[in-house]
């Protein structure tokens, strides 16, 4: 491989997506965008579904299931839809599961390829842009069924808060001042976070409230994925602040969804041996 | 038609030797070194924002003198190089050993076919995987394409055999700890008529910590404190 080397005019700058496509290092057609030539997608390829963000007192709470539903089966018990974008920040994506990896994989090399050409990093608002740059670019696939609709959030090192961004399929991108869910369960995980929801909580009452979200969602909507004890397998919850971007550990999430489970008992009116 | 006046070709590689060696000589110097936790470059840089040392990848840094558009020119290139690599293959299969290769390629295509050489000396150091520093590796690469694997540590730039004795003399046997070499590092660089403070310097290290990003730059408080300590 030899040194990509170009001219002052056509000179990609730190743009990786314009690299990939001026070396022709990517996929045929460029990295995303490059429409299927089928008049319809193939119905049944693995989706990931609900992904939430809520703001708290100094930072961002994310969290996504871990089901993949391919049609009526569930092609996968672990798949992961929360990744950190950078040091800051994070994304969570819902729909298609193989061009929604590959967004992200791009996402989190143009925002490293940029810091290291330019010399710093992008502003979280710039980043916000990129991605969904980037929605847009797969519009194409997605009105062939391919749709990938992200959620991103992270701490705005300037501002010294936490945000949050929406996006649709056409890359439109909405700023949403506390809570944000994305995916086909995300009617009822929003409900949930939009009734616990105060403002300037603490993260550990953020972090159940996303558990608790992703519970209630996974009762609902057949494509979530519910706390699975058998398999020791629990929503991927990360928090990002001041320090960074940290995925918190299975130890911490099985205590909580175990609280979380006998509150529901409870509530019900017992110690879950009666209910039915 | 006129004809062109005939050169050796000795005397034409010869003329551009020396001038690359000039361009290069008139820039201030570096010195990159292998500590326990990793591997440190200090160079000597009045400008808190043009940079000489920087990232490449995970584990690999890029260092240049010389000419400053033309070796941050390199240090985009690399950048690409292993980007792109790293995303059509893996993170673990972008090493330094192929990106000294590639930049050897490039500049000994310039230096022979080119009017002008590149006025460069630049250095790829990557840290090994495992902790104990065997797959170090610090490629010493000169304007004309030259690549030299360089040991334990080098020094980059013009009087580079001053600054060689010096540190040799200087710098503790392996294992050294970073404030150790760093001292070392800054007193070669001065020499003995100077002293230079943090604000002068520009030093940076591959850390074999727990992150995947080894690289981070010290900051002036840091160098600051190790070199009154």
């Known amino acids: 491989m030899s040194l990509p080397r170009f001219g002052p005019h056509d000179d990609p700058g730190p743009d990786f997506a314009a690299l990939l496509r001026l070396t022709g290092a990517g996929p045929e057609g460029g990295p995303l965008g490059a429409a299927v030539r089928h008049p319809q997608a193939p119905p049944e390829i693995p989706h990931g579904t609900t992904c939430v963000a809520v703001r708290y007192g100094s930072g961002v709470v994310m969290a996504g299931d871990r089901r993949a539903t391919a049609g009526h089966l569930i092609s996968n018990h672990r798949i992961e839809k929360v990744f950190p974008a950078d040091r800051h920040s994070g994304v969570a994506i819902a729909g298609a599961a193989g061009p929604s990896a590959e967004m992200v994989r791009l996402f989190q090399l143009q925002l490293e390829h940029y810091e290291k050409v330019e010399g710093m990093p992008i502003s979280l608002e710039g980043k916000a842009n990129q991605l969904g740059q980037m929605v847009r670019a797969n519009l194409p696939s997605a009105l062939q069924g391919l749709v990938v609709v992200p959620i991103f959030a992270g701490f705005d090192t300037a501002a010294s808060k936490g945000r949050i961004f929406e996006y649709d399929v056409t890359g439109g991108r909405y700023e949403e001042r506390d809570h944000a869910a994305t995916g086909s369960g995300s009617l009822h995980a929003d409900t949930v976070v939009k009734l616990g929801y105060r403002p300037s909580m603490a993260r550990a009452a953020a972090t159940d409230l996303v558990l608790d979200a992703l519970y209630v969602a996974s009762d609902a909507d057949s494509a979530t994925g519910g706390p699975d004890p058998v398999r020791d397998v629990f929503p991927v919850v990360a928090v990002i602040d001041a320090d960074g971007y940290v995925r918190l550990d299975d130890a911490e999430l099985r205590r909580r969804t175990e609280r979380l489970l006998r509150r529901h008992r409870s509530r019900r009116g017992g110690d879950g041996a009666s209910a039915s | ?229």
Do not use: C
């Open chain 2, 1 to 229: 038609m006129t004809m062109p006046f005939y050169a050796p070709p000795e005397q034409m590689m010869k003329d551009k030797a020396d001038y690359a060696q000039k361009g290069i000589a008139r820039g201030r110097s570096l010195v990159a070194f292998r500590y326990g936790g990793g591997i440190a470059i200090v160079a000597e840089n009045t400008s808190s924002t043009l940079r000489k040392v920087s990232e490449i990848y995970d584990r690999i840094a890029f260092a240049g003198v010389g000419r400053y558009n033309e070796f941050d020119q390199l240090r985009i290139a690399g950048v690409r190089h292993a980007d792109l690599k790293g995303f059509a293959f893996s993170r673990e299969d972008v090493d330094a050993r192929s990106l000294a290769n590639a930049y050897a390629q490039s500049l000994g295509q310039v230096f022979t076919h080119e009017f002008k050489p590149m006025e460069v000396e630049i250095l790829v150091a990557e840290i090994g995987l495992d902790g104990d520093g065997r797959g170090d590796q610090l490629f010493h690469i000169l304007y004309d394409g030259t690549v030299v694997d360089e040991d334990d540590w080098v020094v980059l730039g013009g009087e580079t055999e001053e600054i060689s004795e010096r540190f040799e003399e200087a710098l503790p046997d392996a294992p050294r700890s970073l404030a150790e070499g760093v001292r070392a590092a800054v007193a070669a660089l001065a020499g003995p008529d100077r002293t230079l403070s943090a604000q002068s310097l520009e030093a940076a290290v591959l850390d074999r910590g727990k992150d995947r990003r080894a690289f981070r730059r010290l900051t002036d408080d840091e160098v600051a404190a190790i070199l009154d300590a």
